[in-house]
């Protein structure tokens, strides 16, 4: 069975600090990783997927196969980051994906 | 391009009743995943359709059943409704692939009274 772990509810760091969002998994192949952002009234949407490799709005994440974890890291919060963090997995099966969410992150970015 | 778009965006039911929920997909996709997010939790996967054919279906009851129609909209149904069915529901549509982009609509609150 899959499963996605976020282990932080609610993570509040102040504007300029460094941000990491943790995300651990677990799954018997090769997953597929995405995180997605709910900002205040708007629907979900893709941040990025670790297949693209990018840095989306100074966001960063790193899959390690090793330790199961797909964290998402930026090395200096803005207040416009502050927003509902979600880690998701597809699995290898056909068809779109079927994304296996964790239970998301509430990102604060205090001034 | 247009969006998903969800109809309707907010709906309170009785326990035993069946309900409707409507989804239009994102022009030129073809796949419509349905999900559930309870108060507080990660959406969870209900199922998907593909080409008008349910191509995977997550840990719920055959009470919860959909189409795919051939404009490639969607209906959730649910017979039966309980009160831990109240819940947002999400429509997300995407092109075949499992590294592809879900994109999603604004959701259904589904009230069980």
């Known amino acids: 069975a899959q499963r996605v772990t976020q282990p932080e509810k609610l993570l509040s760091v102040f504007k300029g600090a460094p941000v990491e969002l943790k995300c651990n998994y677990s799954y018997s192949g090769s997953p597929e990783l995405f995180w997605y952002v709910q900002y205040s009234r708007q629907r979900l949407q893709l941040l990025l997927r670790?297949?693209s490799r990018e840095s989306i709005k100074g966001f960063t994440a790193d899959l390690n196969k090793g330790e199961t974890s797909f964290h998402l890291k930026k090395p200096f919060a803005q207040e416009e980051d502050s927003a509902m963090y979600y880690c998701?997995?597809?699995?290898?099966?056909?068809?779109?994906?079927?994304?296996?969410f964790g239970t998301g992150t509430q990102l604060k970015v205090e001034l | 391009e247009t969006g998903v778009t969800q109809s309707p965006t907010h709906l309170i039911k009785t326990r035993g009743q069946q309900v409707t929920l409507r989804c239009s997909s994102q022009?030129?996709?073809?796949?419509v995943s349905w999900y559930q997010q309870a108060l507080g939790q990660g959406p969870q996967f209900i199922f998907q359709y593909y080409r008008e054919e349910e191509n995977g279906r997550g840990n719920f009851p055959p009470r919860f059943s959909g189409l795919q129609f051939p404009n490639y909209s969607s209906e959730l149904n649910v017979n039966a409704l309980e009160l831990d069915d109240s819940a947002l529901y999400l429509c997300a549509s995407s092109l075949t692939g499992v590294d592809t982009e879900a994109f999603f609509g604004q959701g259904t609150r589904l009230t069980v009274v």
């Open positions: 022009s030129g996709h073809n796949t």
């Open positions: 670790h297949i």
């Open positions: 998701a997995l597809s699995g290898i099966t056909g068809g779109g994906n079927k994304l296996t």
